[in-house]
């Protein structure tokens, strides 16, 4: 609460600065295409030389009052404008190599400080997307890859992913904010408890963060995408960064029909503006309807969005405050059915939607004088999801099975199954996110450094009010399941406050421009018992961002630009709701299995222990960027190249653990069936104590995932006559996965009458290295005076490597059938039971496999009729690969590409 | 011995021809030896009595089983001091032997009629033509497929396999172990070491128990081994009573996922099994089954009889030298009777050596071949009734054939 105070006594004080506002003179320069303010350029005395000021992050400077000299404003990469100082203060800059007018298709590499892709909406207009996730081809490093909408899209940012949901860290730590509001996945538990079939768990995406099926690009007007240290104001985060912002105003009737080989789209969107009132109001909708088979109707996505988006401007003298309100509507519907023709009218079929509330409030306000406050942003968020997922299942069972109800410790008798039943499961979730926060720019006023210190706090709620999971124990539809229905509402909210502070400085010097940004993070979870490791901690994110510009350079008459940056910061992942509360392991022990003819006498027995299997040590996931930019900019050609290195050692996994636990093996051989007349008493059955070692899983931080490559992207300016840009991206990409914790293994082979009763524990599991090497090439051709766009990229993908990280296959210790732990010996490998503790790996296991050269050829085309008023547009993917055999020790691997096409129709009116 | 007994001879003719006064010459020492089929070993005569009526006299000498000597053919006894004259001779008596390794019993009387004996004329040789032991225990049907629900599911816990005593002598089946092969015929893989020529590599080894002698199979009775010795008809109409059967491969545990319902049926011994979790058959049949009598202790069998290959695994674009540690393995000799089952369509190679099954058999052409269920693999019977054994399951069976317990 200290931080509080102080942002308030700070705020206080720094309006009490806007009454000295009046002794200086001030002005503002701005980019004269886009009419956006120019930070740093420098204000000197045109005859002199004598620098008199910068301006600052809003492009205002000051100058004293009195000075009437001629002014000689210069930016880099402008040219310079000597001029009288002007009646209103406006400076309009040019730049030296114009933009104006240029329609930019591709991901364009951001020109600040941090590492990130800007996606306008003419690139996606271009692509022409089904959903967020086919924007990242235009990544560097990305590749176009056909739409998979029959299962969740997560995001992968400079890694080649691998399927292990252990090392989901990645895509968790990835943050979407959507003008402004983070998208909370924390509370995510939809999740089919005990399921093991390909028709629910290929569609689980708890703890693996958003899913981009679920995010509809048509209201998109621009995304960045930061790939390296973004600013301390985004939390929560370990890997990127995706901040969409949507339209805007406008008067447009627009509608988009969309149909590709897997999915049909439909958008419709009003845009209403009321100029004079400041007003604007956006309502949109869209329906997306994917098949994972166009000749399957069973097996089904779909997708409804619906957003409102009111934003209105108050403009007065010394201030503007703009507010601006969203309300949006999602709802994404998988469908699973088998087909009942083939299964005689017997049901089985899943389905999860999910369905999101979510109501966006935010207040900005802008100062316009010369006062160290320049902007105060408060922004208010909530969600409310109704998750549901529903199986339902015809269960015919092929032998005698239980179902264990016991919800307590101790023994007790299990429920003999029926053969035939019906099972359904449902997973209610109601997930709730609360989010607010506060930004706060100040500035310092100074004439040699254009500055801007953010001070700021946020605070997000996670809570989920569902029912979990939902099922009949008497008819479970996965039988076997190790948890009881337990409402989520027990599971107390999670809560994360934060607070931040990030100065940045632009200060332009004759040998160069200097530009940093500097910040801390300080983030703490509450709500949380004493237990857990991280009660009462605070993490701290510092990052720093920096870069060098040199002065102006000319090649071959050409203006040159070079800046070379650098960054490095820590990013921390608070742990999901489910990985802090898993569901309580009911761990059960058959003591006595009785079968008779009578169903009445059978009698099954068990001894039921519960584990909690929360981790109290876990901790959160952080991740270490570093890295190093090159911008080189000539003549408006711009070629940057970024090295990265992300260490991230704290990853979230699910690891498993033994525990012995003591059971009663009865022994039924001395009852005579023919004489019982009930169940077997258990009390004059003899038994025998036995020890048994069963495992259960539990989340820890063992995953570490090392991201190291280098990104590269060259964009030519537009060549006249042949009106071609070239653009050349791609990335070097190697990912390294490895597991720090001893993880355990028991075999399951049963040898004389009983499984193997010890188990094994591995150094260094689970590691692997991957490797891929690409290059886009794309050329797209804009003709205006035909309003014909197309574009040609050659998607190469030089070579991909994996290779597994190479382990012992012996363990380092054993646990023994009663608990105990002991180093392991060589001589052990000879033992009857210990010899299958020895694993199978050999060495060619551990070669690397390289893929080698790939390319797919894919085009774009649009075309613009009636006055604009109806786009045309189609993609076809991969229309020509060269995809060459390769030999791989001594087989030939043959490589199939099919292409893949859309096309669609934009109308507006 | 043999030497004494010709010096005995020579002395008891040299004593006949002294005593030519008697108008009835006695023969001081008649042989009568019996001869027993070759190929049983480790035989053993009890209550062996041999029957001497002199035909004309009806006099009758009666030889018993202390008598009976054991030698390199079957087993000789003496009869001192009978009369010369026509006899009718039956020895009767009860084998005890091994057959292939397995125990066996069989009685027997043999008889002969009017056997001169005499003076000159005093061996008899008498052959067991009563039975021939040959053949022994086959496997006679899998039912490995399962059954299908009136909803059209497959249900696999009616799974059996019936093993017939095909010969003719009653054959004892403790000891036998049912064997399913640790390869899959539909993936072939050059496993280095390859032992198929010497050895079985198995993934399950289920055991009938006993003392050695407590199983006796009659000639052309069967057993009849179920996963699930229970009555399925209850909960499952269109499948089984197995409720009858012989005996049941159960697996404790102690985890409720994999409860296994213990019928009335006597457990097979659980040597070893791949998996922790129900064992059964392969639904699809794509691992081999053989029977062979465990010719060693448990124990002993655990210990020494593992092994560890290494192949090269290609598939796609990997391709890696791999390991397969821990197969245990059971030689050939000890195997009693092998079939390979595969299906068409995706049948790579025979896992059980030529010796043993050099043909392969089938429930079902392409793979999840949904008309399987409810089919089963017979062996064919000749006109005699005794089923066909060549070593060659394509010959032999009688793939897809209507599981024989099923009710139709």
Known sequence: MQVVRFIIVALMVLALQIADAQTVKSGIV??????????????????????????????????????????????????????????????LLHAEVSQLGEVVVTAQENKGLTTSSRIEKHAMEHLQPSSFSDILELLPGGRSVDPSLSTPNNIHIREISTPSSNYATSSLGTSFIIDGAPISTNANMQYLAGAWDVMASSRDNTNAGVDMRGISTDDIERVEIVRGVPSVEYGDLTSGLVKIERRRGGHDLKFRLKADMGSKLLYAAKDLEWENRRLTLNISADYLDAKADPRNNLENYKRLTFSARLHKRWEQE??????????????????????????????????????????????????????????????????????????????????????????????????????????????????????????????????????????????????????????????????????????????????????????????????????????????????????YAMYGKAYLDPRVNVGYTLPRLSLFGQPMFIRLSAGIGQHTKMPTMEQLFPDLLYVDFIQ??????????????????????????????????????????IGGNRMTVTAFREKMTSGFRMQSYYQTYQYKQYDASGIDPSTLTSQPPLETLPYTVLNELAGYGNYTNGSMTLKEGIEYTLETKRFPVILTRLTINGAYFRTTYNNSIVDSYRPSQVIAGRQIQYVGLYEADDGSVREAFNTNFTLDTDVPRLRLGFSFSAQCMWFTTSQRTEVSNYPVQYIAPDGSIHDWKASDAEDMYLRWLVRDYTASQF????????????????????????????????????????????????????????????IKL | MLNSIVMMLAMALCLT??????????????????????????????????????????????????????????????????????????????????????????????????????????DLKMTISTFTAQGGFVISEIFYTGTSTPEGKSYSGDQYIIITNNSDVTLYADSIAVLESAFLTTTKQDYDPDIMSTHFSVQACYMIPGNGKSVPVEPGQSLKLAINAINHTTEQPNSIDLSDADFEFYDETSNPNFTDPDGAAPNLDKWYCYTATIYQFHSRGFNSMAIAKMQTSKEDWLENYVYDATYLFVFGDFSKEMTKSGIYKVPNEWILDGVNLSVESVREWNVLDASIDAGWTYCGKVDRDETRFNKSVIRKQDASGKYVDTNNSTNDFIPEAAASLLKH
């Open chain 1, 30 to 91: 701005l980019d004269a295409e886009a009419l956006e303010p120019i930070v740093g350029a420098t204000i000197a005395d045109a005859q002199s030389g004598k620098v008199l000021s910068v301006t600052q992050a809003d492009g205002s400077f000051n100058l004293p009052k009195n000075n009437e000299a001629r002014l000689r404003i210069t930016s880099i990469g402008y040219k310079p404008l000597i001029t009288m100082p002007t009646s209103d203060g406006r400076y």
């Open chain 1, 318 to 531: 010394r201030y503007q405050l703009a507010l601006s309100s969203n309300l949006d509507f999602s709802r994404s519907l998988d469908n699973d059915k088998e087909d009942v023709d083939q299964t005689y009218s017997a049901e089985d079929s899943y389905k999860s939607s999910y369905n999101r509330y979510a109501l966006l409030t935010s207040l900005s306000f802008k100062t316009k004088g010369h006062s160290w406050l320049k902007s105060a942003d408060l922004t208010l968020s909530g969600s409310l999801e109704k998750d549901l997922i529903e199986r339902t299942k015809l269960v015919q069972l092929s032998r005698m099975t239980i179902a264990p109800l016991s919800m307590v410790e101790g023994e007790n008798d299990a429920y003999i199954l029926p053969f035939k039943y019906t099972g359904h499961h449902e997973v209610d979730g109601k997930p709730v996110n609360a989010y607010a926060k506060l930004n706060v720019r100040l500035q310092v006023p100074n004439n040699t450094v254009s500055n801007t210190l953010l001070l700021g706090m946020d605070w997000n709620l996670d809570k989920n009010l569902g029912r979990g999971q939902v099922f009949d124990p008497h008819t479970p539809v996965y039988t076997g399941i190790s948890s009881r229905a337990r409402s989520l509402k027990e599971i107390p909210a999670n809560h994360r406050l934060s607070a931040y502070g990030e100065g940045t400085i632009k200060w332009p010097t004759p040998v160069g421009t200097i530009e940093a940004v500097a910040g801390l993070r300080v983030t703490s979870m509450l709500n949380l018992e004493q237990a």
């Open chain 1, 592 to 633: 006595l299995n009785y079968y008779h003819d009578n169903p009445d006498y059978r009698r099954i027995n068990l001894m039921t222990y519960i584990v909690n299997p929360r981790n109290t040590a876990l901790e959160p996931a952080r991740n270490l960027k570093k890295e190093v930019s090159l911008d080189i900019n």
């Open chain 1, 847 to 906: 070669e690397k496999n390289q893929v080698p050269f790939a390319m797919n050829l894919n085009m774009k085309v649009t075309k613009k009729l009636f006055d604009d008023r109806l786009h045309i547009a189609m993609f076809c993917n991969k229309l020509w690969d060269y995809t060459p055999d390769y030999d791989s020790r001594g087989t030939t691997i043959r490589r199939h590409v099919t292409p893949y096409f859309g096309l669609e129709m934009n």
């Open chain 2, 17 to 122: 021809s002294c005593n030519s006064d008697d108008p009835i010459p006695v023969v001081p020492t008649t042989v009568v030896s019996l001869e027993v089929p070759a190929n049983l070993e480790d035989v053993v005569l009890s209550g062996a009595k041999a029957t001497l009526t002199n035909v004309e006299t009806q006099q009758v000498t009666t030889i018993e089983a202390s008598q009976f000597v054991k030698d390199e053919n079957g087993y000789k006894m003496m009869c001192n001091n009978i009369e010369a004259g026509t006899y009718n001779v039956i020895v009767s008596g009860h084998l005890d032997f091994t057959l292939k390794g397995v125990a066996g019993q069989k009685d027997f009387e043999v008889s002969s009629d009017n056997v001169v004996i005499s003076p000159t004329s005093h």
